[in-house]
């Protein structure tokens, strides 16, 4: 919103004006400039104009919005916007000194102060001092973004995910500043699971090589019931070589495809009648070297019939249900020749080595025929929407 103060085009006038300024190199307004003009009395003198991208007195200004201060019919001489601390907040002027723009990020349920300085053809000058305040929010809502620093290289299925730790009932407000930029460009959508959580991902799988970037703009964006983002969120990842795995119930036989090219199979045994391992298309979640199987942690206590606890090597988690790719050496007669265990993909002591040190997150493991679907929101299960139906779940659909 642009609030436009006028100023009285004549010496000894300043009228109050709302907005935030950076340090002003010109000398300051004169001692004479002492008196208030009124708008409506500025409305009737046609030439100085100071305007303020805030007006004077509001309590509710968005802190992620420039302060500008824009002179018409002059020259600005000098511009100062002091934080509540008494400094003053940084900002550039243009070339021709018609326009001045704060470049910091204002803070939450602030006061800020303008003082300008406008300076005519003629030499007379017009001043604006006043005030303004930024919004309070009720809360605020921190954004965890998945690939993130720690995370810096991935495959070509992952998606980007940002959780947020407050409900967001403006979705189209934060999708709107969540922005997505790769090279090579690639075109992708959101998707909300949830008031939470949101996801995106392009039509087809990442192209191997990709970088991409996020920027999650959410700072001073009001997501709804007065919650306000508490930081802007920078992301910059890599996606590596493509690293596809299949497998048809039919054969039993995990291929590992890279960049395209068959580079190994390994026998496998899949998930027993009544455990069937869904069919769909999985992303390598996270890897332990060991982890421990324990049935009770989906509901099956280890005294039950069905019940296990079992300690595991090189598990490569492919979802949420506890579907992973480990070490199993017991089974590895049945390997390539039926399924039998409770829904994981069963291989080889060596093979699980291979596929632990050769995959890693956001690499993909495609499953077929085995009669029941893995579900979308089971870890990272986005693959298995249409792109049609992915589409459907923007805000801006």
């Known amino acids: 919103m642009l609030a436009t103060i006028a100023v009285l085009a004549a010496a000894g006038c300043t009228a109050s004006a709302q907005g935030s300024a950076g340090p002003g190199t010109s000398e300051p307004p004169s001692p004479a400039a002492t008196s208030t003009a009124t708008t409506t009395e500025a409305a009737h003198a046609p030439q100085a104009v100071i305007a303020v991208t805030s007006p004077l007195g509001s309590g509710d200004f968005a802190p992620s919005v420039p302060v500008t201060v824009t002179a018409v019919g002059g020259t600005l001489a000098a511009v100062t916007v002091t934080n509540p601390e008494g400094q003053a907040v940084p900002g550039r002027m243009s070339a021709d000194r018609r326009t001045w723009q704060s470049t910091q990020l204002l803070g939450y349920d602030s006061a800020y102060t303008v003082v300008a300085d406008a300076v005519k053809p003629d030499g007379k000058r017009a001043a604006v001092n006043g005030s303004f305040s930024t919004v309070t929010p009720r809360t605020l809502t921190f954004a965890s973004v998945l690939p993130n620093d720690d995370i810096p290289v991935v495959g070509v299925g992952q998606p980007i995910s940002v959780t947020f730790d407050e409900d967001v009932t403006d979705r189209a407000a934060v999708e709107r500043r969540l922005v997505v930029t790769s090279t090579p460009p690639v075109a992708g959508s959101w998707y909300w699971y949830s008031d939470r959580e949101v996801h995106y991902r392009p039509q087809d799988y990442w192209p191997a090589n990709t970088h991409v970037v996020l920027d ?182």
């Open 216 to 397: 999650a703009r959410i700072y001073g964006v009001n997501v709804g019931d007065s919650i306000f983002g508490q930081e802007d969120r920078h992301i910059e990842f890599d996606i590596d070589d493509s690293m596809i795995a299949s497998v048809d119930n039919d054969e039993l036989l995990l291929r590992v495809y890279q960049n395209g090219q068959l580079v190994k199979t390994m026998p496998t045994a899949m998930g027993k009648p009544g455990d069937e391992t869904y069919s769909g298309t999985y992303v390598v979640m996270d890897q332990s070297l060991e982890y421990t199987m324990d049935s009770s942690t989906y509901g099956v206590p280890i005294d039950d019939p069905d019940g296990y606890r079992t300690e595991v090597e090189y598990a490569s988690r492919l979802s949420n249900t506890g579907i992973f790719v480990h070490a199993a050496p017991w089974s590895v007669a049945d390997q390539g020749v039926r399924n039998v265990s409770h829904g994981c993909l069963n291989v080889s002591t060596d093979d699980a080595a291979w596929f632990y040190e050769n995959f890693g997150r956001g690499d993909i493991v495609e499953v077929s025929g085995t009669g029941v679907s893995m579900q979308p929101d089971d870890g990272f299960g986005d693959w298995n929407l249409s792109w049609a139906d992915w589409q459907a779940g923007s805000a801006l659909t």
